[in-house]
C-alpha cells in the first residue's frame, strides 16, 4: 500500500501546485473539452513558460501511468498494450478523412457521424468505431450516441486550411501546413507499417531486401530517404519535411536559442544546419541572430523545399545572403568551401537517425574540414535509465558514464530527478523518446544514445565532447565537441 499511497501523494501534491500556479496568474487551466487548441493562448503558455506546471505535469503523468500498471489486472495492462496499434491506424484515419477539420467547421455541438463519412465517402459504420477508439484516449469527444466534436487534443491536428482545399486540392495538402498533423500522419502511416516488421529483422537480419524494418515493410533495398526520392513517393517527402517541424512543437519554440550560446558567435560566423531538412531551425536561429551566416545543407530534393521555405518565412536572411544552402549528401567529403570557413557544424536530430558506422562516416568528414576552433553542436536527447530512482542513480548525477574523460563533463541545467517511487526517466512521461528510439531504430537502423554513445562515435571520428546541456522542459540536449 506504501507504494500506492506515495504514487498518490504526488499527483495530489502536483494538482495543489497546478492549482496554486494558475491561481496565482489568475488564469484556468486549459479545457480537455475546449473544441479548440490555441496554443498562443496565455494558459497554454504557461504550460511550456512556467518551469514549475511543466514540471507538475510530467509528474502527474508519471505517476498515473505508474499508478494504473500498480492497480490493474496485468492481463488488461498486456492486452492494451498489445492492442495499442489499433491507435495508430485510427489516428491515420482521422488525418487522412481530414475529421478534425470537418469537425472544426461544426464547433462545440459536433456532427454526426453520417455527415462526417460523407466527405470522403467512407463507411460511417467504420468511421464511428474508429472516433469513438480515439475518444476513449481523449482525441475526439463523443458529444452524444454517434455524434463526434473536437477537443483539445484532436484540435491540435487542425491542417489550417479549408475542408474544401483538402478535398478537392490533395497535393496541396502539406504546402504550409503545421508540423504537428504531418508528423503524427508520418508516424501512423510510415512508422507503423515498419515497426511492424522490427520482430522479423531481428529474427532474420540477413533475408531480402534488408536488414532494416523500413526495407521490409516497403520492399526496397534502399535506405529511407533514398527511397523518398522516387517519383511517386513526392508526397511523403513533402510529407516528412513539413513533419520534422513537428518535432519541435512538444517544446517551447526557443529551444534551438537555449542550448546554445549563439550570441557569442563573432559577426559574419559561418553556421552550417547538416542534414537541415527544410530550414526550421536554422530560421529560427537566424531570426534571432542575424549576424550569423546560416548555411542549410542536405539532399538536393530537400534543398528545393528548403530554399522556399526560408524565402517564404525569413525573405530578407535569403536576399542579403546570409541564407545560404548546400544540396551535398553528408555521407560525402565536405565541399571543399567549407574547408576551414565554418564555425559550428550543428546537426539537430542526424546523430539519432543512424548506426554508429554511419555517423563516425559523418563525423570524420565534417572533422576532416574543421578548423581548431570548429565546433560540432549534436541536438539530440541524451538516453537515460529506466530503472527505479535509487541512491546510485543519485550519486552518479544521474548522467552515469563509465567513460573516465566524461566523468567532470560540465553537464548544465539537467532536469531534476523525479520523486521515489517514480521510475528515473519517468516511466509514461518519459515514454516518447524511447518511441522515437525505436522508430529511428525501424526507419534507417539508427538509435538514441547515452552520453557514453555519443562520446564513442565522436572520438572514433576526432572529436572530444567538451560540454552538454539540457534545455530544461524538453528532452532536448546540445552536446558540443571540439576537435582533437
Ligand atoms: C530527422 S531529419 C532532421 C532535419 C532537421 N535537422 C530538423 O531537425 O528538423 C533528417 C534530415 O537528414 C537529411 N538527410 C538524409 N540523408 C542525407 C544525406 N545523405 N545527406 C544530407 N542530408 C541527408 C534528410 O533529408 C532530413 O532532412
Not at 548525477?397 to 528515473?424: M, Q, R, S
Request: glycine share 6%.
Amino acid at each position: 500500500m506504501e507504494t500506492l499511497r506515495a504514487l498518490s501523494n504526488i499527483i495530489a501534491a502536483e494538482v495543489s501546485t497546478l492549482e496554486e500556479r494558475y491561481c496565482a496568474a489568475s488564469l484556468s487551466p486549459p479545457c480537455l473539452e475546449s473544441a479548440t487548441f490555441e496554443p498562443q493562448l496565455p494558459a497554454e503558455v504557461l504550460r511550456l513558460s512556467d518551469p514549475a506546471v511543466a514540471r507538475a505535469i510530467h509528474l502527474i503523468v508519471a505517476a498515473t501511468g505508474q499508478l494504473a500498471a500498480a492497480v490493474r489486472d496485468p492481463v488488461v495492462t498486456l492486452l492494451n498494450a498489445a492492442h495499442a496499434f489499433e491507435i495508430s491506424s485510427s489516428m491515420r484515419v482521422a488525418g487522412e478523412l481530414n475529421v478534425v477539420e470537418i469537425l472544426r467547421d461544426a464547433g462545440e455541438q459536433g456532427l454526426h457521424v453520417n455527415d462526417i463519412a460523407q466527405f470522403s465517402g467512407s463507411d460511417p459504420k467504420v468511421l464511428a468505431r474508429v472516433l469513438r477508439l480515439l475518444a476513449s484516449h481523449h482525441i475526439f469527444r463523443e458529444v452524444s450516441l454517434d455524434v463526434f466534436a473536437n477537443n483539445r487534443v484532436s484540435a491540435a491536428l487542425d491542417k489550417g486550411k479549408s475542408v474544401q482545399d483538402l478535398f478537392g486540392k490533395p497535393k496541396e495538402r502539406w504546402n504550409d501546413c503545421p508540423g504537428l498533423p504531418a508528423l503524427v500522419e508520418f508516424l501512423a502511416d510510415d512508422c507503423f507499417k515498419t515497426s511492424a516488421y522490427l520482430a522479423d529483422t531481428i529474427h532474420d537480419p540477413h533475408a531480402a531486401p534488408g536488414p532494416i524494418p523500413h526495407m521490409r515493410a516497403f520492399n526496397t533495398p534502399l535506405n529511407m530517404f533514398q527511397w523518398f526520392e522516387a517519383p511517386e513517393q513526392e508526397q511523403r517527402l513533402r510529407r516528412f519535411g513539413v513533419a520534422m517541424r513537428g518535432t519541435g512543437e512538444e517544446e517551447p519554440v526557443d529551444t534551438i536559442l537555449k542550448g546554445f550560446d549563439w550570441g557569442a558567435l563573432p559577426s559574419g560566423s559561418t553556421v552550417v544546419d547538416v542534414g537541415g531538412g527544410i530550414g526550421t531551425f536554422g530560421i529560427r536561429i537566424a531570426k534571432a541572430h542575424p549576424q550569423l551566416k546560416i548555411v542549410t545543407q542536405d539532399r538536393a530534393s530537400v534543398i528545393e523545399h528548403a530554399t522556399a521555405n526560408w524565402k517564404t518565412f525569413l525573405p530578407s536572411a535569403v536576399k542579403s545572403g546570409s541564407a545560404l544552402f548546400q544540396a551535398h549528401s553528408f555521407l560525402e567529403p565536405q565541399p571543399a568551401e567549407n574547408d576551414g570557413a565554418v564555425s559550428v557544424f550543428m546537426m539537430r536530430q542526424i546523430v539519432h537517425d543512424w548506426p554508429d558506422d554511419v555517423i563516425v562516416t559523418m563525423l570524420t568528414h565534417l572533422r576532416a574540414v574543421a578548423a581548431p576552433t570548429t565546433k560540432l553542436l549534436i541536438v539530440d536527447a541524451i538516453v537515460e535509465p529506466a530503472c527505479a530512482v535509487s541512491s546510485s542513480i543519485v550519486s552518479n548525477n544521474f548522467n552515469y558514464t563509465k567513460v573516465p574523460e566524461l566523468k567532470d563533463l560540465p553537464i548544465k541545467g539537467h532536469a531534476e530527478l523525479p520523486p521515489y517511487p517514480l521510475l528515473a526517466n519517468a516511466g509514461v512521461a518519459g515514454a516518447p523518446l524511447h518511441y522515437y528510439d525505436m522508430t529511428v531504430n525501424n526507419l534507417l537502423g539508427g538509435g538514441e544514445r547515452t552520453l557514453d554513445g555519443f562520446h564513442e562515435v565522436c572520438a572514433k571520428s576526432g572529436w572530444k565532447i567538451t560540454s552538454a546541456t539540457h534545455v530544461e522542459q524538453t528532452v532536448r540536449a546540445f552536446i558540443v565537441a571540439e576537435p582533437i
